[in-house]
């Protein structure tokens, strides 16, 4: 029976990565997203711009929780060691942008291992503790490691030029991370579509049956761990060139939570899933925003003073209630909408 779910489960996924109709969509939002710097300002490109980071480091920890079921509370280690590895780089050695960028994801996936073999036995809760307990020795070590991390004083970046795109303007750092997310979208469909993928699922399952298919748990979560890392370093690469000057302050563990999130609300297992999670959460205070503008001016400036405060509860509130009514996410809401469109007219 567990053979017959991983199966079916895995020739759904198959089936939709290969449907025309999401593809002509894809294509659809690639240009659309090609286009929009002709048509938008620079505040709505440098929001877009922080959809594509944050949808990058959705897909990383899609592959580890989403795909094979590994819980990890370190998002923000891995993200601060991916920054903090481009910064570093290019402000201490003068490397240059486009080596110090695959470092970030090069270094995130070699630290991986540090949580990675000593957590192979744990799962669950255990396993999420141990990996926010890796985020908080990352972010004590830049903190006070000052002679190698300049510590509390952070890293600058001065403008940058990535295989000719002016990275000190709006448009060419826009571009970059467009590229990036969708090269890094294809490497995770393509990667979900392997045996690699397929063991990952299994593991996901249920482990014992993976083991008796022949499955290596190690080998295969290790794997998981270092692609999911890498992907995620990558994208704290793009934060380095995005905020020119970094901090540890950056990286609490409210971003392991919001990244955690992302993937809740989007739809476990899914690409497609951890890039609606990721925009959906990005939006939310700017959504957020702009409807406390439509209340009257006193209750506006009330209100104002608690953003933050309602940021988290609506993202609370937004994981309870897709957990109650949708589990399987906006990914899931969105192949529900499909097959009804599909459905409707033979309804008449």
């Not at 761990?225 to 409210?254: C, E, H, P, T």
Request: aromatic residues 10%.
């Amino acid at each position: 029976m567990r053979t017959r779910h991983f199966v079916e489960t895995y020739e759904k996924h198959v089936s939709l990565s290969h449907n025309p109709v999401t593809w002509s969509w894809a294509l659809l939002l690639v240009l659309a997203l090609a286009l929009l710097p002709m048509i938008a300002s620079s505040y709505v490109l440098s929001l877009a711009t922080t959809v594509g980071i944050a949808a990058i480091g959705a897909i990383g920890l899609n592959i580890l929780t989403g795909s094979t079921g590994l819980i990890s509370l370190g998002q923000a280690g891995f993200l601060a060691s991916g920054c903090y590895t481009t910064g570093l780089l290019i402000a201490d050695y003068n490397w240059p942008p486009e080596l110090a960028l695959l470092m970030a994801g090069v270094v995130p996936a070699l630290l991986s291992l540090l949580v990675g073999v000593p957590s192979l036995r744990l799962k669950g809760l255990y396993l999420a503790i141990t990996t926010m307990a890796f985020s908080f020795i990352v972010t004590h070590f830049l903190l006070y490691a000052e002679g190698i991390t300049h510590g509390p004083y952070g890293v600058r970046v001065e403008d940058l030029n990535f295989f000719g795109l002016d990275l000190a303007t709006t448009t060419g750092l826009y571009a970059l991370v467009l590229i990036t997310a969708i090269l890094v979208t294809l490497m995770a469909l393509n990667i979900l579509r392997t045996r690699v993928g397929r063991a990952f699922t299994a593991i996901r399952d249920h482990d014992i049956a993976a083991r008796v298919m022949g499955i290596s748990l190690v080998r295969y979560k290790l794997v998981a761990f270092m692609v999911s890392s890498f992907f995620v370093g990558i994208a704290g690469g793009l934060m380095a060139f995005q905020f020119r000057f970094i901090n540890v302050d950056i990286f609490n563990v409210l971003l392991s939570i919001e990244a955690l999130a992302m993937i809740i609300v989007g739809g476990l297992g899914s690409v497609a899933g951890a890039i609606m999670g990721a925009v959906f959460i990005v939006l939310l205070p700017e959504a957020t925003r702009e409807a406390l503008d439509l209340l009257p001016t006193g209750v506006n400036n009330m209100l104002s003073t608690y953003i933050y405060e309602i940021r988290g509860l609506l993202t609370g509130l937004t994981i309870i209630i897709m957990l109650r009514i949708k589990p399987q996410g906006l990914v899931g809401l969105w192949r529900d909408v499909q097959r009804y469109w599909t459905q409707w007219p033979l309804s008449k």
